[in-house]
């Protein structure tokens, strides 16, 4: 396997971002960092549910929320489709709602488990990485749009054989989107093509901590 997919919804219409209070909650407790937004992976079992924003019910099947990182989005037919074995092993799995409390039985919300693997999805020409001043943790952005420069380091693919997983975008083995997602059609969601490389092509360390490391050296804080 010299490639796997990226998983991307296209819909426009969106989750809008999360409940300005349920944030400023999550913030108070710790849960999640007041400035990046990334959701501490040891507060995962503290998150109930999601609220957010809308007052409409989104039509895609798969998307993220706004000011909460990471989280992903998943219709009730694509989680389906995908099973909730697959999926659990992403993270925590909560059910979501926007403020007036509907469409909780049409989405089911995954709290990404960070610890899997976060921004380990590269590109030759990345936006410049930098530390979060707050919590400490590496961004690391491969640049917009996803595209064949986007690129995945063999060392860092789950050793477990997982087909479904999280390295900071939702990525699938070709099995699983070619035989399971692909011939469905949902609409609005498309997959991209990550190249499997050996090693980095952005001029930084290949290793995760030994990157986070050079990107705090060189005080890139922000
Ligand atoms: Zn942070």
Redesign the pocket.
């Known amino acids: 396997m010299d490639y796997i997919y990226e998983i991307t919804s296209t819909a426009q219409a969106g989750f809008g971002q999360v409940h300005p209070q349920l944030r400023e909650e999550f913030v108070a407790k710790g849960i999640i ?6 959701i501490d992976p040891l507060h995962l079992n503290d998150i109930d549910r999601i609220i957010v924003n809308v007052d409409y019910v989104p039509k895609t099947h798969s998307g993220v929320i706004g000011k909460l990182v990471y989280t992903e989005l998943f219709s009730s037919q694509f989680y389906e489709i995908l099973g909730h074995e697959r999926i659990q092993r992403l993270g925590r799995v909560v059910p979501i709602e926007n403020h007036l409390g509907q469409f909780q039985n049409r989405f089911k919300c995954v709290l990404i488990d960070e610890r899997q693997g976060d921004d380990k999805v590269r590109g030759d020409t990345p936006n410049e990485p930098s530390i ?6 590496l961004r690391y952005w491969p640049g917009w749009p996803p595209s064949e420069k986007w690129y995945v380091l063999r060392r860092d693919l789950p050793k477990d054989g997982r087909d479904l997983f999280h390295l900071g975008f939702l990525l699938c083995t070709p099995e699983l989107w070619e035989q399971k997602i692909k011939p469905v059609k949902l609409k609005h969601i498309k997959a991209h093509r990550l190249r499997i490389l050996d090693e980095p092509t952005d001029g930084w360390p290949a290793d995760h901590q030994e990157l986070t490391e050079a990107v705090r050296a060189k005080g890139l804080l922000k």
């Not at 960092?33 to 990334?38: A, E, L, Q, S, T």
């Not at 979060?132 to 943790?137: D, F, L, Q």
């Open positions: 960092c007041p400035h990046c937004g990334r979060c001043k707050v919590c400490g943790r």
